[in-house]
């Protein structure tokens, strides 16, 4: 087999997407897994979480317990006696996604214990502990007292530490730190020697474990941390608000750092990013260096954002010059940081830009925007913060790290493709399509069809990407105040998708997690088949934004319906309301099952041409539409507007022959951007939020 990349998947050592399909079943079982860590059915051990009261431990418990109480594991949470009832606060959240009864069901199968921190309660042996999840607070002494008295009492007891910043050689166990929200986050950076049972259990209950080398903090919380710092370090020398900071670090890269701290809790957020800091700072230097100001934040424990900040008295602009200098003070000691992990290799490349966006809230990944500004644009960033932070040159700085970006790790961030000499797979690691997926999915094309691979499978990456929620709205910000770059961007992102339908013999799209909507959704009904898991949600959910549909969704899928299922599309466009895919099959779908079905059917049809199922061909002449259905009263005004500019965009696109239907939707698309409902609708709102004072 060949690759562009190695694939995420075998970070975890569980093999290969096209391993995946070749087997027509998943690398990992829950049902084994659970019986080699917690033993058979009748003598499941229990796993412990100890901490269970704190934010961490408490959130890991709906999160682990859901999953696996049904499979006879017993939770149990240990914490000290008058501790706050986190686990309890978890419920209402708890009852919200499962429903009250299966709320009830999990609820009542945790067992709480108190205990004095010196020795465990004579009960728990009764349970037979088999995994211990640590989430005590960050005190390293304390830490490994705890492990020696599980150890002395369950010697072959399985312990993953949640910590922030020590390295599993400090503490002697392994690491399985989560992101917040901790109860619905699945993101777990791991340390281990090698990948676990209890990693590929993770992986099989639809976690998402991530390995990282073992060095301090990880690769979450330099970036975190680390860009608190660099916005405490620009408030020290501009005195700007910190909510004014916030406001240009998330324009300038997408998170709110002081927000979030107090978002998670003040006194245990700003300990930890201080104590990450500081352990950091003892080991590399000044660049880590905790502010006074973050001290004082640890000691005090007081909130980043006090109720009476101001904010609607202040409210004002940044110079370009002053603007330009804020982003060395913030861009600039993030890409040094980087620079520091790429030299540790402390992750997959792919990882440690995935971690900064679905951990960090980066609208970009880290590696996403030093790729998108170039070796010498970086370079130049990191040495004018030098100037304005001379300390920062003293060490942790590799920019011979940044002389890689042409090679295929660099470039292929998002988007891998494999194949075997027949057949090829293109996955997909990002869950909303953007420009970076848009020419990473070309490249991967364009090698595919280099190694002369005719038949290919689309598909997410059974790994970091666990659903495809449709396009990047960010992407959309210029085109709200220029049609143009709208447009552009819908004839672009659409000529890529009609690439999957031209030039292969054979494409077939694998919808395999929760849900597929939007422009996701658009991508992979190009292929000339579409299979997905059988309670998979798919939708169009641009009505509701409001937007109009942009890789082709308003003729594409009419085009390949019969007469008689259209008005099932039309309804789809113009309510937003999603379907499952066992209830599109042969309008929208051409195969829904469990998974290994798809996954078995998807190779039949890529090698052996399997004729049983007979691809629906996409009509390339004009089609009259009758757009007479029975729709639910619109919810608002924008809705209304939003319905009637749809179908003036279905009746024109499919008025036309295929050929000439692309430009006459991106038109559409691209023109009710610029307007006032999109304007004012959730895109335009979001990008006032972003963009504003």
Known sequence: MKAMRQSTLETLGLGTVLEIFRRGSLPANINTLTDEIFGDANSRGALVISGANGIVGAGKMMQLGSRLIP??????????????DGIGQQYQSLMAAFGKPKADAIMSDIIRFNYDGRSLPRRLRELRPRFLLEAIPEIIDVKKSHYAIFRQTFPDIEIRSVTSGFPSAELGVGIAHPAFPHEINKIWETVEEKPSAITHLFWAMGLVPIPVSDHWSFVLDVLFCGLTLAALRYHKVSNTPYWKID?????????????????????GANFLTWSCLYHLSQEYGPLFAPSKDLEYHKDSGQDWYPLNHFRPLVNWQLSN?????????ILGPIIQMTSLMLYEKRSHLSHINAIGELCAQFRKGILAVIRNMGADAAIERVQAYHRLYPQAATGCWYPQTLASLDEASWQQLYVNAEHDGEVGVISISRESYNSDVDA???????????????NVIITSDFHLSTQMVGADTDEFYPALRDAARGIAISSSW??????????????????????????????????????????????????????????????????????????????????????????????????????????????KLVVTKDQ???????????????????????????????????????????????KEALAIQAKHSGVFMAGPICNNGVIGNDAAKVLGA
């Open 247 to 267: 406001k240009y670090v998330r324009r300038t890269l997408g998170p709110n750092p002081f927000r979030a701290h107090d978002a998670i809790g003040a006194r």
């Open 440 to 454: 990473e999915l070309n490249r991967a094309i364009d090698w595919l069809k280099s190694e002369k691979i005719a």
């Open 321 to 329: 010059e002053a603007n330009d200098e804020f982003s060395d003070w």
């Open 71 to 84: 499979s006879g594991v017993t939770m149990v949470g240990l914490d000290f006696a008058g501790a706050p």
């Open 612 to 658: 049983r199922l007979v691809s629906r061909s996409v009509y390339e002449d004009t089609i009259d539409i009758v757009v007479d259905i029975n729709l639910p009263v619109a919810q608002n005004p924008a809705i209304e507007s939003a319905r009637k500019a749809i179908i003036d965009c279905i009746r024109q696109s499919c008025n036309v022959p295929l």
């Open 494 to 603: 659409s000529k890529t998708a009609r690439r999957l339908y031209e030039d292969f013999s054979i494409s077939v799209g694998v919808i395999n997690g929760k849900r597929c909507l939007g422009g996701m959704l658009e991508l992979m009904m190009h292929c000339h088949y579409l299979i997905a898991v059988e309670d998979a949600s798919l939708g169009m959910p641009e009505v509701t934004l409001p937007v109009i549909p942009g890789m082709e969704g308003c003729h594409w899928p009419l085009r390949k319906a019969s007469s008689k299922d259209r008005p099932k599309i039309l309804h789809m466009l113009l309510t937003g309301q999603n379907v499952k895919a066992k209830d599109a099959m042969e309008w929208l779908v051409d195969f829904a099952g469990p998974i290994d079905d798809c996954l078995k059917m998807a190779w």
